[in-house]
């Protein structure tokens, strides 16, 4: 808007340090860089300004033109054919190194998507000039051609066209943003999360005026961290730069490529297609159906309107498709059969088509081909690579990966299946707060250790359940001595936490802390079912977590890491929300410091780590039964925005009466299972069974009516978990399998 222009001569004026100063900031900038853990760029239109694309409030940018009621007089350059800057590509090369780890970016000009930057790494505030949204679902499309609004310059962002997800039909919005409207709310978040995050802030082309972008690069200094800014202009936050650069970012990005010995890699427009094909058997032909899809090169899930028209040659036949869908039909009395396309793009880049060919055969199937195009080189045809399965995100039939995972969610039934009868030879007591864990000594097993009921502390230590056998077998283990000579208990205790290592020992599992009635622990003992050896680990004493019982503990790599539980002094309960990690290496424990905010205290909880997130959920804090869910992010090692489940919740009981928590046992279990190439999450508790998409946040209550608690759970198959003991009263001696089914 004009009236954001520059008002004064001061700061309209463009600055240039000269050369013995630049090289010298620049060798500051390059330290910085150097020492950063979390690296985080923000960029303004200023990077795009040598694509040929105007800025906004440069002697010649669009606001301060309108302001002073004067006409462009120089060429400028569309931003659907402009080429991505040597400041967009030396981005993308930091990233790919690993070195720059977040990207928040004002611009709406797609350039830092079409240069190659991941979209999960980057934060587009201001939207994107070629992305347009379905209002009713949230699904985007990536069009290349500008997504217009049907009423120009309209608050109604639509831009004519409608969502084609099945049973949607909403409408598609126009993603750029207007003055005064709200930022996407996920952008939004994730940008200030890495500006907190971040020891080192370079802002880049930006004039750092526009709310609430310009707070980002102001977050970090605030907190401590590096803000160097370069801009021609003077901006507000000067006075909290670190270093402050007047000069070109293309200048001031190839001198720091240099220094770090980076080049800086060619720009290649790139392009996915996906080609998937459905046949039908009649009785004397077979009819099939060819569906020729863009996909964005980033998000494989995401459609791209890439394709301007798709010519097809079967045989003799060959036929011309001007609009989206591209869909080619025919039948053949005989198969393979192959097709012959030709797709012609909108040629924004002077590109030329590209020919494919691509086999029917008698079984439904998708290929995947990549092409890349060098429109400022030499060549004048497509790199084409050789095809290759589609992603594990796509999902052939044209139906994106958001709706798919909503689709499989709603599509989901659970089965309880008795593996072993309550009461039978060999079989283990009914107990509350054992913890059953997956281990091989040759085969599969299961070892059941520890645990509690009503009445008695004496317990069967440890039972290992047979799969193949289908039976029980008690194990005496080989113990150790403390140095008072008494052997050690480990296998007696309750509310311990177990975990297998797979990478170290697929036989070895880990018990850490936990109860035995009379004491709290906070050791580890090691019990391998191959040897039927108990021991206790000797581990350095730093940082070693409070005694507890009731919390959790995941295995990442080669460490353990454990959240919560609640420790007794003096008949009160304490309750933590403290995480620690055991590196397994060294034997050395970790105090964990993340960021963000944390959950309350709790014990009880059930905790599932999906990928390198560690998702919380539940819990029991001494007056309430909890049904929230948290997630730590254990590479960024910060907690994200508290996640809001969708569809049904996971219900919580408040207002409890203070008591010991053997009084109201609420542990859940809770596990990651894998349907249809997605993982989900399974949890059974006391509200019942329900399955979490870690994704989209979805929630769906499976039943109600299978309920436990302080039982002891692992998972089984990718689709299902196995469960014994649990309730009030411990008197679950089941052993049960929960099946996820379609």
Request: aromatic share 8%; proline share 7%.
């Amino acid at each position: 808007m004009a009236h954001t222009a520059h008002a004064d001569v001061e700061t309209m004026q463009e600055r240039y340090d000269p050369p013995d100063v630049l090289s010298c900031k620049i060798d500051q900038l390059v330290a910085l860089i150097r020492r950063s853990k979390h690296f985080v760029a923000f960029t303004g239109a200023g990077i795009s300004t040598s694509a040929g694309i105007p800025d906004f409030r440069g002697p010649e940018g669009k606001w301060t033109l309108q302001a002073q009621h004067r006409q462009r007089t120089g060429r400028s350059t569309d931003s659907i054919c402009a080429v991505p800057t040597a400041t967009h590509m030396a981005i993308v090369k930091l990233m790919d190194e690993g070195i720059l780890k977040y990207l928040i970016s004002q611009n709406c000009d797609g350039l830092h998507r079409r240069s190659g930057v991941p979209a999960g790494k980057l934060s587009e505030l201001h939207g994107c000039k070629y992305i347009e949204y379905c209002e009713t679902c949230g699904f985007s499309y990536l069009r290349d051609f500008h997504c217009y609004r049907q009423i120009p310059h309209s608050r109604d962002h639509f831009t004519g066209r409608y969502c084609i997800i099945p049973g949607c039909n909403g409408r598609l919005m126009n993603s750029t943003i207007d003055f005064g409207q709200d930022l996407p709310e996920r952008p939004l978040k994730l940008a200030f999360k890495n500006s907190k995050q971040a020891d080192l802030h370079l802002a880049l082309g930006s004039s750092l005026t526009v709310s609430p972008a310009c707070n980002m690069p102001e977050t970090t200094a605030e907190k401590g961290g590096a803000l160097v800014i370069v801009n021609l202009q003077k901006t507000p936050l000067d006075d909290l730069a670190k270093v402050r650069i007047f000069a070109k970012t293309d200048d001031v990005m190839r001198a720091v490529m240099k220094r770090l010995d980076l080049e800086i890699p060619t720009w290649y427009l790139c392009r996915r297609v996906m080609l998937s094909h459905e046949v039908s058997v009649a009785a004397n032909c077979k009819p099939w159906r060819l569906v020729v899809n863009g996909i964005d090169w980033q998000v494989p899930s995401m459609p791209a309107s890439v394709f301007s028209q798709v010519e097809s040659l079967v045989g003799d036949q060959q036929r011309t498709l001007r609009q989206e869908p591209f869909v080619i039909n025919g039948e053949s009395a005989t198969l393979p059969v192959t097709v012959k396309l030709r797709a012609f793009f909108f040629g924004h880049y002077r590109e030329p088509p590209v020919d494919l060919s691509y086999v029917i055969n008698s079984t439904a199937s998708a290929a995947m081909f990549c092409l890349r195009y060098d429109p400022c080189g030499l060549g004048v045809t497509w790199q084409v690579d050789p095809a290759v399965p589609p992603p594990l995100a796509y999902w052939p039939a044209d139906v994106p990966q958001c709706f798919r995972r909503r689709n499989t969610l709603a599509r989901m039934t659970v089965e309880r299946r008795v593996l072993q009868e309550a009461g039978a030879d060999a079989h283990p007591s009914p107990r509350m707060w054992a913890t059953l864990t997956q281990a091989t000594d040759g085969g599969m097993n299961f070892a059941l250790i520890g645990g509690t009921a009503r009445g008695t502390i004496t317990l069967p230590q440890i039972e290992a359940y047979d799969i193949h056998a289908k039976v029980w077998v008690p194990r005496v283990p080989t113990a150790h001595e403390s140095e008072s000579g008494l052997p050690y208990v480990a296998q007696r205790r309750w509310g311990h936490a177990a975990v297998v290592v797979p990478q170290l020992s697929p036989s070895t599992v880990y018990l850490v802390g936990g109860w035995d009635n009379k004491y709290q622990y906070n050791d580890i003992h090691t019990y391998d079912l191959a040897t039927g050896r108990l021991e206790k680990l000797v581990v350095s004493e730093s940082n070693i977590p409070e005694p507890r019982a009731g919390h959790t503990a995941t295995t990442l790599n080669d460490s353990i890491i454990v959240f919560g539980g609640a420790t007794c002094e003096g008949g009160k309960y304490h309750y933590h929300n403290d995480v620690h990690a055991l590196r397994l290496r060294n034997l050395a424990w970790e105090r964990l410091a993340p960021t963000g905010v944390p959950p309350a205290p709790r014990a009880q909880h059930a905790a599932v780590l999906v990928g390198t997130s560690l998702i919380l959920i539940g819990g029991y804090n001494g007056t309430n039964i909890l049904g929230d869910l948290h997630v730590l992010n254990l590479e960024s090692m910060a907690w994200e925005p508290q996640p809001q489940l969708k569809g049904d919740a996971i219900p919580a009981v408040t207002g409890l009466e203070p008591q010991d928590f053997r009084v109201f046992p609420a542990r859940p279990v809770a596990v990651p299972v894998t349907v249809e190439d997605m993982t989900f999450i399974l949890y059974y508790g006391p509200q019942g069974v329900l399955c979490i998409d870690p994704v989209t946040w979805e929630c769906r209550l499976l039943s109600d009516g299978l309920r436990a608690a302080a039982h002891a759970g692992a998972l089984f198959t990718p689709t299902s978990l196995v469960t014994f003991g649990g309730s009030v009263d411990g008197t679950g001696g089941e052993l049960c399998e929960l099946v996820l089914k379609l």
